[in-house]
């Protein structure tokens, strides 16, 4: 499993944003985030990791490895989007839509069920 610097390295990375616009918005230099990104400042202040991680569109828990923020931004907007997608699909079809539903609570269930332990926060 991913550490919270890579998990920084792919909000990030899928930010669609230029690392200097990030950098900027957390009010620190390209360098300096640079050298957060690649280990080289081994032990970042928590407020700028808090800034780099917002300035790239992305939640603090999810950087953690918070339970419950186990998918990124960018993935929960994809199932989002595949959500509406099946809604739309089973809007004439109550069985259909029905059953999504019960996978669905089967899936959150197995996946909150049991508690995780977090992986090195910053």
């Known amino acids: 499993m991913e550490d919270w610097r890579e998990r920084l390295l792919i909000a990030v990375n ?3 944003k230029k690392r ?8 620190i230099t390209p360098a300096t985030l640079s050298r957060i990104l690649t280990g080289g400042h081994e032990h970042p202040g928590f407020e700028t990791i ?3 991680v917002h300035a790239a569109g992305e939640h ?10 186990g998918l990124s931004s960018d ?7 595949a959500a509406v997608i099946l809604i739309n699909l089973t ?22 069920g049991a508690r995780s332990t977090r992986n090195n926060p910053p």
Do not use: M, N
């Open 14 to 16: 899928v930010s669609e």
């Open 20 to 27: 200097a616009a990030i950098a900027w918005e957390a009010g």
């Open 50 to 52: 808090v800034k780099i």
């Open 60 to 69: 603090v828990g999810w950087i953690c490895g918070e339970q419950g923020f």
């Open 75 to 81: 993935e929960r907007a994809k199932i989002q989007t």
């Open 91 to 112: 809007r004439g079809d109550p069985e259909l839509l029905t059953s999504l539903r019960a996978i669905a609570s089967r899936s959150k269930h197995r996946r909150y």
